[in-house]
Structure formats: C-alpha cells, structure tokens
C-alpha cells in the first residue's frame, strides 16, 4: 500500500518531489534540531490521485490522517479540537517549486464553539481564543467554501467604526464573540449550511481546497510564467498552530537572511506583534522592521539571527524564514530558498563564492537567466528626475525604473497593454488574484503593505518595479484614483516609479542604459570562463551593434540590411529603384543606394572592430516598400512624377496572396541579380575602407536568405563573387571573404550535405524554418496559439521557444550533413530562439558554434550558454 503522508522526522531537505519545498524544508530543520510546531505532509502524490479520483479524498487516505493526528497528539499532549487544551493545525500548500502567494492556507483550524471555550480556558486568554476563532472561520469560509472575504471584512470594519477603535487588536473579547456570531451566519446565507462543528470534517475539507488551489485561475498563470508544470501537483502540510495573536509577548513576522533586493549580507524582514501570519503578508497592518524586535525581545532577536545564519550555510543560499513568537517563545513555520532581485540574486552569488559556500559553476546555475533582463533595461535619468514633481514617497519593495497609466483593476490592465499602452498598476495592496495585471504592468505600486507583503514579494520574483506600503497616498478604486495632500490622479494619468528610492513621481521620466559593472561584470566574467558556445546579436545598426558589444556580444550574426531601405531619406531612391521599368533604370537607382549602404556598414564595422559580422542580403517582397494607403499612393505618384494608374498597376503587380512563401530572399537575386551585387559591392567597399581608417583586418561574411536548392545559391553567389571580384580588381586591393546562407526552408535542412559544398557558413533562421515547418504564420498564429496552449496540445509557443522534437531534428540532421561534407563549415542561429535558454541548452548539445539574439539578450544568452556548458558536463 502506498504511503501518502510523513511525518516531520520521517523527511528530509531531498524529499521536495514528494514532500514538495515547504514540507522537505519543515523535516530538515526538524532534523536538525530547530524549534519547529510538530506535523505531518500530505504527500504530491496525493494531490495527482485527487485529481484523478474526480476530486475525491479516498477513505483510506483519510484513515492514514487520522493516524498521524494521533502521532501529533502523543508527541504534542494535546487532543485535537478537545474542549480542555486543543490541538489546532494550519493547514498549507507546499509546491515543489515554490509558488508564493498563489495557493492557500487556512490558520487555527480545529476550533468549534467548544474548543473555543477550552482555548480559551487553556491559554487563560479568552480574547485571543474568540480572536483565533473569527480569523478560521474567515479563512475557511473564504479558501474551503469560497465566500468572499470582503463580507468578513465589511462586519470587522463596521464593528470597529461602532466600537471606535482603528485597530483589530482594540477589540475587546465580547467583541469578537460578537463578530464570531455575524461571520457563522455569512456561513450559513451563502452555503445554507451550519459552520463545520466536526474537526475532521473540517481538515479534510481544507485539505480539498489546498488541493483545488493547484489549479485555481492564478496558480495556473504563475506556473505559466515561470514555466513550472502543471502535473507536479502540491503537498499539503498540517502542522499544529503556535499563535502569535496572543497579546504583546506573542508576535509573527518574515525574515530573510539577506536583503532580497539588494543581497546585502544583513536580515531583513518584518513582524507584528500579537498577530498571525497572514496579517504580515497580506499588509493589513504595517509591520515593524525586523531590527525593531532587537529592541523589543533581543535575546530572541539574536536566536533567530542564529538560526537565519545556520541555515543559510545549511542549505548554501539566501534564506526566507516565517516565524512565530507565543509568549516569548520562537518557533520557526518555514524557510526557503529566497526569492530575490538578480541584482540580489547576483550579488549573493557572488558573496556566497567568495565566502567559499559554494563554487563558481553553483553561482551561475543559482541565477536564472532570463531574470538578467531586470538589469539590462534601461534607468531614470538622474537629471530629469530633479525637475520632476515628485507625487509622495513609499517602500522601494522591488527596485527598477518604471513609467506608465495608472490604472486599478487587474482586466483593465491587461486590455491596456493589448491597446499598446504601458501601465503602472495601483492597488491598496495586491492579492493573489492580481496576478495576471501584475504580470503586464510596467511597475506596482500600493498604498497599504510592507517589504514582506504578497506584491513586494511577487514584484521581486517578478523583476517587476514596485513600490509598497504608500501611506502618503490615498487609493479609491471605487472612483479610480490617486489622491496625494495636493494632487488627484485619475485613471490613465502617467506616473513614474523609482523602485529603488521608493519616490513616486508625476509623469513620464527618461531612461538611461545600463552599464555591466561590479558584481554583475564579475559574475558575466565567470560566464565567460565556462561558456563554449559563441553569443553574437542581431543588429542593423551602429547603435544597437555598441549596445551589443557593451552587452559581451562576440560579433553579429544578424545585419538585416532591408531596415535600411525604409530610413526616410532612403525610400524614395528604393522606390524608384523598384518602379524602374529596366535594368538600366533598376541600376541607376542602385547607384545611390549604394553609397548609403557603404555608410551603413562602415559605421558597424567601426563598432565591431574585428569581430565577426554576418550581412544578410535583402529578404522581404519589393512591395513591402511600397504604400498600400490610397492618399499615399496618390501623394507617392506625384513625388516621382508618375501617372497615378500605371503605379497602381505597378503595385498591384507585386502583391501576392502569401509574400512569405513569395518573391523574396534569393529568389530577387535571381529575377534581378543587380540588387545583390550592388549589396555585395558595398559590403567590401566598407570592409576595405575601414580595414584602411582603423587599421584592422575584416573578413565580411556574406549570407544569402531563403535558399532551398544548390544550383539556386550556385547562381547567387556567382553572381556576388563575380561582382566582388570586379570590385577588387579595380581597386586594386584584397581582402577575405565568405559566403554562406541561412537554413530557413525545410527543404534546405534536408539537402545540407549539398548545399554545404557551396556555403562556407550556415545561419539557422528558426522563425521561418518553424514556420514552414508547422505550416504556420507566424503573423496570423497568435489568433489560435493560446487555444494550442490552453488546452494542452501544445505546451508552449513554438515561436517563443524552439520546436526541438520537430524542427530541433531538423536543426540536427542538418548540422550533420553540413559538417559531413565541409568539416570547416561555421554554424549558428540567428532566430529569435537564440536568446531563449532551453534553446541555447539544446544548441549547446548539438555543436553549434554560436546563437545570435537581440541585444538586450545577449547577457541572457552568455549565461545560458554557461549553464548549458556545466549541466552537459554534469
């Protein structure tokens, strides 16, 4: 028979698979000794059987609880809901990837109207037992029985304006007898049933609902997020309750054992006294800083920052611990690994390597690489900022630059940011159903919560800007808007977000670059050291080809030169040069293009110096580069002194029911060869100039789009090497030169081996070669790729993150061919997958000599190749 639950000493720290995070964490430190309430786990596999067993708990699942709830009362000496000294549980979820804020819990369950009475006899505390007591049968009503908790809180705030107090700790005990009343008959309105008197009944229905929250609506979208799978399934862990309600020797709080913002080596974290957990991270309360309860209680101060210490060398990495004080006594709920900025992130890496905890290779594979992009985008210009009207000030909870409309609700974010606007989300404090604005907004900002609550938390795992705990503002989401001592702003007014000082600012800011330095070039070195695969950017011009090179870009692998026809000074010369009715015509107009294009790449190789640049040769249909607007047609024929009618003719002869699969790439080389040939006599023309101005030696490299046939690149390269070599002639010079192709056609991964005897470089282009090889547009697949997703038939964007079992074996097969027959052949990828980091492993794996990305992901990419380098040598 299978064994679906453990006890807290039957675990260990290796067991997260099982146990899931929170419930391997709670065994290990019970094994090593630390103060940690008694409980058991529910196992991950319990949860799949839930879900396969039509969300039914099995009778022998249950009998196996109730041996454990026995197991806790022997080793506790309570009775469980028992009207003398009750034993009460919390009831949680423990993912194996942890999941903050996005399932729930459910505190002090076990108490009925009789237990009540014996805790509160117990404890000689009466207002902490009916205090305990409101507080489950809000969070039961809410988790288990989803009634909405605003009914709860609207009772707790109207008994407190009767009572005039401001604080839930004002409330007296006949107080909260009162409310214990009014929150049983929301109970019994909304399901028509009496409140749960049985504890067992209780237990197994809260542990249903922490088995629901796996798939409820925002687990499901975080786990979308960071790419965690669905069938992992949660564990649930009941441990029996310590309280921190129990007046002003009791407290709770949440602590990490570095700044997760920062990574500076000191705790932070804050707390409440004589509260539970739930008020710390839900920001009811504004908590104290974690350096108050130095003040307050320091010898269990120093106890806890013992205990931080431990574990962090225990486990080798920041740690984030819940904790609870009951009359002066510490106990300790939870830890984790914490969940942190990258500069955090980075920066106790590296301390964690320097401190000798752990290697370098362990610091690379601790930071995720496509949460570098927190730090390559772009800061608050530090001038502006000055005469900028600063609106109030807040806790700097997640750090970043951040502009946008503010608006309150999470579905108007979303339809924002679908209009193409960026948003600022303001909430009074964010809840777990935000999840979904959050995700698309620019920066959070709250007026209630602290460092600790659910939106610093999640903004900080997010790399989201945010500021928390606003008091100085007032948020009214009923009427939508901001309210500071002098200013009202409404909805869709900008505000900006500086996440770092916590400042919130009227209106739009400008943003700065920013610069690889400190721990982060330390780090990005050790990158270096361990990476095989080459890291090259898409880049067409001289800005974005620095961008790269300050980014750690070893050359370009991408120079789409068509972005150069569209600039406004140039597209009248294309357009002339398209509407010539005659090769003479044609290459007259070349003729000034030509000198524009030299132009344009001098200046990129003046950036790359002698690294690497790859020119791909025109690629888009001819009619892209004409208007398809009546009154621009109109305006168009009479620029260049045309008959109206035969433009429209013109026009209308280059459209084409499918232009990707139309006259473009190689095939305009082949209709009309002078095009090429003028892009191939400027390439050199630029590479000897600045071979000459800067003293260097450059090798162009040459790249013919969309070629699916050998005796099809044979003509366009003839036609360029003739055109090359008559260049050279006349200028009397020579200079080195390849010429390679892109793999972009289906037909040309499987012909490699032939096409390879021709080509000196191949260039994987994976947006069209996924494209033709799923028969998709990419332009049109948007309308029903998120159905493929939703409903499991796809399990991600095969645009996003590269196809490996279909296209990935055509990237294979083809590689191989392609060296089979030139073992000198270069091979890279200059698909939008080559800053994807599952791509990258994959590459890594098949010999590929380098990726080529955007540049604000090519730091993405050099530590995915890091990673890829140590996990394939593992």
């Given at each position: 028979m299978s064994k679906f639950?453990?006890?807290?000493?039957?675990?260990?720290?290796?067991?997260?698979?099982?146990?899931?995070?929170?419930?391997?964490?709670?065994?290990?430190?019970?094994?090593?000794?630390?103060?940690?309430?008694f409980g058991f786990t529910i196992t991950t596999e319990a949860c799949n059987n839930f879900y396969k067993n039509d969300e039914k708990i099995s009778e022998s699942l249950i009998e196996e609880i109730k041996t454990h709830i026995k197991d806790c009362e022997s080793k506790l000496q309570k009775s469980f809901s028992s009207t003398e000294n009750p034993l009460l549980f919390s009831v949680r979820s423990g993912a194996v990837i942890s999941m903050p804020g996005m399932m729930d819990t459910i505190l002090n369950l076990g108490l009925n109207d009789k237990s009540v009475i014996g805790l509160a006899n117990s404890t000689n505390n009466e207002r902490f037992a009916f205090d305990s007591y409101r507080r489950f049968i809000q969070m039961f009503s809410d988790v288990a029985m989803e009634i909405p908790k605003i009914y709860f809180e609207n009772e707790l705030d109207r008994i407190k304006e009767e009572k005039n107090v401001k604080m839930d700790t004002e409330l007296t005990a006949e107080d909260l007898k009162i409310l214990v009343e009014k929150f049983k008959k929301i109970f019994k309105q909304e399901t028509g049933k009496e409140f749960p008197q049985d504890p067992i009944e209780q237990l197994i229905i809260a542990i249903k609902a922490v088995f629901k929250s796996w798939m409820n609506p925002r687990a499901i979208v975080y786990r979308k997020l960071n790419g965690i799978d669905d069938s992992l399934g949660t564990a649930v862990n009941v441990q029996a309750m310590v309280f921190g309600n129990m007046g002003n020797t009791s407290?709770?709080?949440?602590?990490?054992?570095?700044?997760?913002?920062?990574?500076?080596?000191?705790?932070?974290?804050?707390?409440?006294?004589?509260?539970?957990?739930?008020?710390?991270?839900?920001?009811?309360?504004?908590?104290?800083?974690?350096?108050?309860?130095?003040?307050?209680?320091?010898?269990?101060?120093?106890?806890?920052?013992?205990?931080?210490?431990?574990?962090?060398?225990?486990?080798?990495?920041?740690?984030?611990?819940?904790?609870?004080?009951?009359?002066?006594?510490?106990?300790?709920?939870?830890?984790?690994?914490?969940?942190?900025?990258?500069?955090?992130?980075i920066n106790v890496a590296v301390d964690l390597v320097n401190e000798g905890l752990i290697s370098k290779e362990e610091a690379i594979l601790r930071v995720e690489p496509k949460s570098l992009d927190q730090l390559l985008h772009p800061i608050f210009n530090a001038e502006m900022m000055k005469n900028t009207p600063i609106l109030a000030r807040g806790l700097a909870a997640s750090p970043g630059a951040a502009s946008g409309k503010v608006y309150f609700h999470s579905k108007d974010i979303v339809d924002a940011v679908k209009s193409g606007e960026k948003v600022i989300l303001v909430r009074q404090e964010t809840s777990p159903e935000d999840i979904e604005g959050m995700v698309e907004a620019e920066g959070i900002l709250t007026a209630r919560g602290g460092m600790t609550s659910h939106a610093a938390v999640v903004a900080r795992g997010m790399g989201k800007c945010c500021i928390a705990g606003a008091s100085e503002i007032k948020v009214d989401e009923i009427e939508r808007v901001i309210k500071t001592q002098n200013e009202v702003i409404k909805e869709g007014d900008v505000i900006s977000l500086d996440g770092t000082t916590g400042i919130i600012y009227k209106g739009e800011i400008e943003k700065l670059n920013p610069k690889l330095t400190g721990n982060f070039k330390i780090f990005m070195d050790w990158v270096n050291e361990i990476k095989i695969l080459g890291?090259?950017?898409?880049?067409?011009?001289?800005?974005?080809?620095?961008?790269?090179v300050e980014f750690g870009a070893e050359g370009i692998g991408l120079c789409r030169t068509e972005h150069m026809f569209f600039d406004k000074d140039r597209i009248p010369v294309v357009r002339q040069m398209i509407l010539s009715e005659n090769t003479e015509q044609r290459v007259e107009a070349l003729e000034k293009i030509r000198p524009m294009q030299e132009k344009d790449f001098y200046d990129i190789y003046s950036v790359l110096k002698e690294k690497s640049v790859t020119i791909r040769l025109l690629d888009p249909p001819l009619h892209e580069f004409l208007p398809y607007?009546?009154?621009?047609?109109?305006?168009?024929?009479?620029?260049?002194?045309?008959?109206?009618?035969?433009?429209?003719?013109?026009?209308?002869?280059?459209?084409?029911?499918?232009?990707?699969?139309?006259?473009?790439?190689?095939?305009?080389?082949?209709?009309?060869?002078?095009?090429?040939?003028?892009?191939?006599?400027?390439i050199i023309n630029?590479?000897?100039?600045?071979?000459?101005?800067?003293?260097?030696?450059?090798?162009?490299?040459?790249?013919?789009?969309?070629?699916?046939?050998?005796?099809?690149?044979?003509?366009?390269?003839?036609?360029?090497?003739?055109?090359?070599?008559?260049?050279?002639?006349?200028?009397?010079?020579?200079?080195?030169?390849?010429?390679?192709?892109?793999?972009?056609?289906?037909?040309?991964?499987?012909?490699?081996d032939e096409i390879a005897t021709e080509a000196e470089f191949f260039s994987y282009g994976t947006n069209d070669l996924t494209q033709m090889t799923f028969g998709f547009s990419r332009d049109d697949a948007g309308k029903f790729l998120n159905e493929y997703e939703n409903k499991k038939i796809f399990d991600f964007n095969p645009f996003a993150k590269l196809d490996?079992?279909?296209?990935?074996?055509?990237?294979?097969?083809?590689?191989?061919?392609g060296r089979e027959t030139n073992p000198h052949l270069h091979v890279g990828i200059c698909g939008e997958h080559g800053g994807d980091p599952d791509t990258i492993e994959f590459l890594n794996s098949v010999g590929i000599d380098y990726v080529s990305c955007s540049p604000f992901r090519v730091p993405i990419a050099r530590l995915a190749a890091a990673q890829a380098k140590i996990k394939q040598s593992k």
């Open positions: 639950v453990y006890n807290f000493d039957e675990g260990n720290k290796d067991m997260r698979a099982l146990l899931g995070g929170k419930g391997a964490n709670l065994a290990e430190m019970t094994n090593i000794g630390l103060n940690v309430p407290g709770t709080g949440v602590a990490f054992s570095r700044n997760p913002s920062t990574g500076e080596n000191k705790l932070f974290g804050e707390f409440l006294m004589n509260a539970q957990g739930e008020d710390v991270v839900a920001g009811i309360r504004t908590p104290e800083s974690i350096e108050k309860l130095k003040e307050i209680m320091p010898e269990v101060y120093d106890e806890f920052l013992r205990i931080a210490k431990t574990l962090e060398k225990h486990y080798k990495d920041m740690q984030d611990l819940e904790f609870t004080i009951e009359k002066g006594k510490l106990y300790l709920l939870q830890t984790r690994n914490g969940k942190r900025t990258t500069d955090a992130a890291v090259r950017a898409n880049a067409d011009n001289p800005r974005d080809a620095k961008q790269a607007e009546d009154e621009d047609i109109k305006n168009l024929a009479k620029e260049m002194n045309i008959d109206e009618s035969h433009l429209r003719d013109v026009i209308t002869d280059l459209e084409e029911v499918n232009p990707m699969l139309g006259h473009r790439g190689c095939r305009l080389a082949v209709t009309y060869p002078e095009i090429y040939r003028m892009q191939a006599k400027a630029a590479a000897i100039k600045a071979q000459k101005d800067l003293n260097i030696s450059i090798t162009p490299e040459i790249m013919i789009p969309l070629v699916g046939e050998l005796e099809e690149l044979k003509y366009v390269k003839r036609e360029i090497v003739e055109e090359i070599e008559m260049t050279l002639k006349e200028l009397n010079e020579n200079i080195k030169y390849k010429i390679g192709t892109m793999i972009e056609i289906p037909r040309a991964a499987l012909l490699a490996q079992k279909g296209v990935g074996k055509l990237v294979k097969m083809s590689f191989k061919l």
